[in-house]
């Protein structure tokens, strides 16, 4: 069974950082895109940054400078370091990954269950 587990999210007051973590693990054969989306109330989700298996990286503009994607394959594991955190970033964030695990051929997308950020003073 293959499952993402997400941490690091809470409250942070304007300027400050964070940095989410989402482990990868169960019966995997290979790691794909990874990346985290994130849903504000009563807006759709969106996507904050992706990073390719070779460590390619794309963010949403809202986060370009601010935000730094990063994994590390061995451990199956994407970060996210959020800095200069403002309160419109504050959202349920979501990991994802493409894993084509051990018992089926096929590709998958999974989904970490959510953390929350809320940035307020």
């Known amino acids: 069974q293959v499952q993402l587990v997400e941490s690091g999210g809470g409250l942070v007051q304007p300027g400050g950082s964070l940095r989410l973590s989402c482990a990868a693990s169960?019966?995997?054969?290979?790691?794909?895109?990874m990346g985290w989306y994130r849903q504000a109330p009563g807006k759709q989700r969106e996507l904050v940054a992706r990073i390719t298996s070779g460590g390619s990286a794309n963010y949403a503009d809202s986060v370009k400078g601010r935000f730094t994607i990063s994994r590390e394959n061995v451990k199956k594991t994407v970060y996210l370091q959020m800095n200069s955190l403002k309160p419109e970033d504050t959202a349920a964030y979501y990991c994802?990954?493409?894993?084509?695990?051990?018992?089926?051929?096929?590709?998958?997308?999974?989904w970490g269950q959510g953390t929350q950020v809320t940035v307020s003073s």
């Open positions: 994802y990954a493409s894993i084509l695990p051990r018992s089926w051929g096929k590709w998958n997308d999974y």
């Open positions: 169960g019966s995997i054969s290979s790691l794909n895109d």
